[in-house]
Nanobody
Framework: QVQLVESGGGLVQAGGSLTLSCAVS????????MGWFRQALGKEREFVAAISLNGGNRYYVESVKGRFTISRDNTENTVYLTMNSLEPEDTASYYC???????????????????????WGQGTQVTVSS
């Protein structure tokens, strides 16, 4: 079956950095757009970033541009989220997800919605202290 396992979360001071990993099994990883979302306590799940099949294109929510980088290693079936200059507002559970396959690949901006994804990880908590 499909499994997505996130790791790398933790407690960090404002201004610090963390790198999240998401290992995927049960799917041919290179066929799918991958995304990261986050959900803060009491809030809706929010799109963070998406990356194309070969990693050549990336799309970010405005609030993380210049601070976060999404990347993928197709030989390791793993997608990463490197987070720098973390702020208390980044505190949330972070989830990776596998994008839906389309016969004609839409632009990455179409992957902002959770409905554009089929499988999700269990989440990893990131807490940024001020």
């Amino acid at each position: 079956q499909v499994q997505l396992v996130e790791s790398g979360g933790g407690l960090v001071q404002a201004g610090g950095s963390l790198t999240l990993s998401c290992a995927v099994s049960g799917r041919t990883f290179t066929y799918y757009v991958m995304g990261w979302f986050r959900q803060a306590l009491g809030k809706e799940r929010e799109f963070v970033a998406a990356i194309s099949l070969n990693g050549g294109n990336r799309y970010y929510v405005e609030s993380v541009k210049g601070r976060f980088t999404i990347s993928r290693d197709n030989t390791e079936n793993t997608v990463y989220l490197t987070m720098n200059s973390l702020e208390p507002e980044d505190t949330a559970s972070y989830y990776c997800a596998i994008g839906r396959a389309f016969s004609v690949a839409p632009p990455l901006s179409n992957y902002k919605s959770p409905s554009a994804y089929t499988y999700w990880g269990q989440g990893t908590q990131v807490t940024v202290s001020s």
